[in-house]
């Protein structure tokens, strides 16, 4: 009996997987489970969401202050239904994150093995080589640190290799993602772990190198997320990221011109958006809704307009289809302008999608894709 136990405990993990924007923070308890080398479909048993009330904050430290204060109610609730977790992942989203890929060649006169060992020297050459160079260009007033960095993609004579290890060769061309975090947006996470749970062995990960699960079966594509304080815009390549970029506009801006357009407090603001397209709204009622919340959303969609020229000067034509990751009530104000900025296909996820690889429980109601994409990623580099 003692026996059986035991190895039921080795087969079995329960997860705490947590994902913070500068929009919301959510969390996520699951449970995995291991049967004769097989791995079942994990099983979310509870999920949570808490937005930042981004118009409470007064500057970027009262700001941050409140991101802490969400991300503590989260991990409570977490405890509440789980008291202790095998493994703990974070993934942190805008506007917080870095991720670049980058291609890294190792070449020696005669052909040699490749082995795990030379693959992770040369990436640990080039993050501490890329954080350097982001400290340099990007973050002169504060620290950052990696947080993750991707298994490589090899490619040897120009093609692809799934799994280089024992191959020979005289050249190998890496390519490896690797995300950075501001040192302080840690140490605060960390603490807020701390304060709950009393342990701080935490694994981070960017939003960004999330995102491969929803493009992998696209040969070439891009994921647009928004968030409260800016957006991404990731490029992909045979499902590997290529490019990522941040917009500095959100839908914070955007809630703030509604909530005064309107004269509502910012509790209200999805309630407006919601009651604007109803189809009993007299049609020159629906036509005031509709010019205020176009004014609303004038500056939101120029900034990004600006943001995706910028791209374009860098990298050309953005791969299509985009697949627009934001909160469901502002998905029809963005899409138009995006389908039009971007000259692709606008496709948005469905909260169903992740049903063949997840399973939700009664408790775990909230299917939010940044959380569902969360965990697969979890579960792959920690599960």
Known sequence: MFSFLQNKL??????????????????????????????????????????VPHHRANGNEGFEYLVEIEIKKVLEKCRMIHGNYDKIVCVVGEPWSMTKTRALNIEKPKPFKITQKIIDEAVLRDSRLFEQEAVRDYAKDQEWGIMHSTQPRATINGYPVPSPLGMLAKSVELHVST???????????????????HRVDISFMSMEGTLSNLVKHQSNASVFTVGGISSTLSLFDQGVLGHSEKINNGLAEFEDAIAYLFGVNHAHVASVMKFASDEKLLEHERDIYYKRIEAAYKNLSSEIRLG???????????????????????ISILRPFLEADTESSVVIPHRDMFNEHIVYTHEARIKNIPLSLAILAALENYG
């Open 10 to 51: 080795k087969e079995e993990q329960t997860l705490c997987v947590l994902v913070v924007t500068s929009y919301s923070v959510t969390a996520a308890v699951v449970r995995t489970y291991h049967r004769e080398g097989a791995v079942a479909k994990p099983i979310v048993l509870f999920s949570c969401e808490e937005k």
């Open 179 to 197: 995300s950075l975090a501001p040192a302080y947006i840690i140490e605060m996470i960390m603490g807020a772990y701390a304060d709950v749970f």
């Open 308 to 330: 995706i020229l910028r791209i374009k000067k860098q990298v050309g034509n953005i791969p299509g289809p985009v697949f627009l990751i934001a909160s469901p009530a502002w």
